[in-house]
T-cell receptor, first 115, second 111 residues
Framework: EAGVAQSPRYKIIEKRQSVAFWCNPI?????LYWYQQILGQGPKLLIQ????????DSQLPKDRFSAERLKGVDSTLKIQPAKLEDSAVYLC?????????????FGQGTRLTVV | RKEVEQDPGPFNVPEGATVAFNCTYS??????FFWYRQDCRKEPKLLMS???SGNEDGRFTAQLNRASQYISLLIRDSKLSDSATYLC????????????FGQGTELSVKP
């Protein structure tokens, strides 16, 4: 079974530039999560989708971050404009059904460096 | 106060040692609980779910105390390969299955 796919793996941009990350969840997984993990910290939930609807985006900095999952499958996360403190690993995860509390599977992440 | 708090690390232990990690959560409405493992520069992976009755998987034992809002993970007979960061996770089912991670506790097992 194919896992969660993310791209790119690495990205270096200058502050005030824009960047986009892509995630393709495991086939059939209704729930998709985007997390931000700063070095030395645990993953912080940015946004959660159930199919193509947003379940929670309370910690998404909406002045600069946006995310979409238009067809309920793959998703993109965008930062515009980037700040130095956005340097982190951005992890995408998917799960089959949150009501059944099934396991969340993570992609390898995109390591973003803002200089 | 953070929703999920873990013991600050790192824990440095010799091979064969028993080590315990503690985690507390602030929201009593949290309904399911997990331990994830994250190797250096890798993604988190599920280690085990945590049930009210306690559960064991080989050398790993997880406990949940809902009254105290406390979760623990015990690792017996530590192996070098157990070196990783252990993440405590709560699933807030009443909030659409929101998965909240603790900050992680780093374990280093030495020969």
């Amino acid at each position: 079974e194919a896992g969660v796919a993310q791209s790119p793996r690495y990205k270096i941009i200058e502050k005030r530039q824009s960047v986009a990350f892509w995630c393709n969840p495991i086939s059939g997984h209704a729930t998709l999560y985007w997390y931000q993990q700063i070095l030395g910290q645990g993953p912080k939930l940015l946004i959660q989708f159930q199919n193509n609807g947003v379940v929670d985006d309370s910690q998404l900095p909406k002045d600069r971050f946006s995310a979409e999952r238009l067809k309920g499958v793959d998703s993109t996360l965008k930062i515009q404009p980037a700040k130095l403190e956005d340097s982190a690993v951005y992890l995408c995860a998917s799960s089959l059904d949150t009501v059944q509390t099934t396991e969340a599977f993570f992609g390898q992440g995109t390591r973003l460096t803002v200089v | 106060r953070k929703e999920v708090e873990q013991d600050p690390g790192p824990f440095n232990v010799p091979e064969g040692a028993t080590v315990a990690f503690n985690c507390t959560y602030s929201n009593s409405a949290s309904q399911s609980f997990f331990w994830y493992r994250q190797d250096c520069r890798k993604e988190p992976k599920l280690l085990m779910s945590v049930y009210s009755s306690g559960n064991e998987d080989g050398r790993f034992t997880a406990q949940l105390n809902r009254a105290s809002q406390y979760i623990s993970l015990l690792i017996r007979d530590s192996k070098l390969s157990d070196s990783a960061t252990y993440l405590c996770v709560v699933n807030k089912l009443n909030q659409g299955g929101k998965l909240i991670f603790g900050q992680g506790t780093e374990l280093s097992v030495k020969p």
